[in-house]
């Protein structure tokens, strides 16, 4: 299957370190068999997208994205941190319509996996049959990293890239159960599109991916506001700032540093980071909750060490048409992660106490 954005480890954020313990603190508390999954899709994906070449077809010329606000980069703070807004406030499933993905084969299903994250499968449901895409809209203040054979094109004021999974690694045809192809879209604006497409073998992925980044490009410049697909359930968290909760603080927020649904600052000497997401309910409750405020558990962090990552629920389960997973369903999570448990746990309840009440 394709890598979902859980399982890749910020390919966009190049604060590696900090990724790096967030997983190796996650493998503890899921018993090893959930770390390695995650960590041997990080390494998959890092490598298709940025150590191979390009598919070889030509994308189509398109006007769309050659103007408005995403076509212009910011030039001052201000204009940076609305960039973030204007990305967190747009609905990702949004930018690939059904009626889009119909022109594919017949849309089986489209789910949001994270805020800022949709898939869709069309055609057979059966494994290695159908067509899945997986795509996110985020913010990569210095754009998408390319390998050097990697080929990319320009859409309007967008920059494109495409690679495939034979294209990275050719010695591995005759291998495979299914075909992969990663793509991106990266905007002036710092705004970028992540793509990623499996297809049956047999076929080439790349094409797909190629076929629906302009309608992609072209329904950002529309801006569609959270909820407007109509697979995108609503949750507490969308509208919702993860850096409110520093402001609140007294902290300073550096927005270089930020990214659409995390938050990271020092407060009283301790690296933090604030994240608003959907996690699955095995990785969020661990025993019983630690305080509950307006309505909303929040669960620390018994068997941590060096690394503490308390999680509050923020609402029910956000809606899934896959079989429920052996971790528990989707819920809207904040997490709040850190060194120190103490300052951890007081981040979380000020950042719970912002939402109101179940």
């Keep these: 299957m394709f890598a979902r954005t859980e399982d890749i480890c910020d390919v966009r954020d190049d604060r590696a370190d900090s990724c790096i313990d967030r997983r190796a603190h996650s493998a503890r508390?899921?018993?090893?068999?959930?770390?390695l999954r995650r960590f041997a899709a990080a390494v998959a994906a890092v490598v298709v997208l940025l150590g191979a070449s390009a598919c070889q077809d030509d994308l189509p010329i398109t006007p769309a994205g050659s103007g408005g606000y995403w076509s212009a980069a910011p030039q001052t703070e201000d204009q940076r941190w609305e960039v973030l807004r204007k990305v967190?406030?747009?609905?990702?499933?949004?930018?690939?319509?059904?009626?889009?993905?119909?022109?594919?084969?017949?849309?089986?299903?489209?789910?949001?996996?994270?805020?800022?994250?949709?898939?869709?499968?069309?055609?057979?449901?059966?494994?290695?049959?159908?067509?899945?895409?997986?795509?996110?809209?985020?913010?990569?203040?210095?754009?998408?990293?390319?390998?050097?054979?990697?080929?990319?094109?320009?859409?309007?004021?967008?920059?494109?890239?495409?690679?495939?999974?034979l294209d990275a690694?050719?010695?591995?045809?005759?291998?495979?159960?299914?075909?992969?192809?990663?793509?991106?879209?990266?905007?002036?604006?710092?705004?970028?599109?992540?793509?990623?497409?499996?297809?049956?073998?047999?076929?080439?992925p790349c094409p797909v991916a190629e076929?629906?980044?302009?309608?992609?490009?072209?329904?950002?410049?529309?801006?569609?506001?959270?909820?407007?697909?109509?697979?995108?359930?609503?949750?507490?968290?969308?509208?919702s700032d993860p850096c409110a909760v520093a402001r609140g603080l007294g902290v300073?927020?550096?927005?270089?540093?930020?990214?659409?649904?995390?938050?990271?600052?020092?407060?009283r000497d301790n690296d933090i980071q604030v994240e608003y997401t959907y996690d699955r309910e095995q990785l969020v409750v661990d025993g019983e909750p630690i305080f509950v405020i307006n309505g909303h558990p929040g669960y620390g962090d018994p068997d941590a060490t060096d690394f503490f990552s308390y999680n509050a629920i923020m609402g029910p389960v956000v809606p899934s048409t896959e079989p429920e997973s052996f971790l528990g369903p989707n819920l809207p999570v904040v997490n709040v992660f850190g060194r120190n448990g103490a300052v951890v746990e007081e981040v979380l309840r000020h950042a719970v106490a912002l939402f109101p009440a179940a």
């Design 29 to 35: 508390r899921t018993r090893g068999f959930t770390v």
């Design 88 to 165: 967190r406030a747009i609905d990702p499933c949004a930018l690939l319509p059904r009626a889009e993905l119909a022109k594919i084969d017949t849309v089986s299903w489209v789910q949001v996996r994270k805020p800022d994250w949709c898939e869709a499968r069309m055609g057979s449901t059966e494994s290695g049959k159908g067509t899945d895409l997986s795509w996110s809209l985020l913010v990569a203040p210095t754009g998408i990293t390319q390998h050097e054979r990697a080929r990319t094109t320009k859409i309007g004021a967008v920059t494109v890239g495409t690679v495939s999974d």
């Design 169 to 204: 690694n050719p010695d591995h045809r005759g291998q495979l159960v299914e075909r992969n192809c990663t793509a991106s879209a990266s905007f002036p604006s710092t705004a970028a599109i992540m793509l990623f497409v499996t297809t049956p073998l047999g076929t080439e």
């Design 211 to 239: 076929a629906v980044l302009p309608t992609m490009i072209a329904q950002l410049d529309k801006e569609p506001a959270q909820g407007t697909s109509p697979d995108t359930p609503r949750t507490v968290l969308l509208g």
């Design 252 to 267: 300073t927020t550096p927005v270089a540093e930020q990214r659409e649904w995390r938050c990271s600052f020092r407060y």
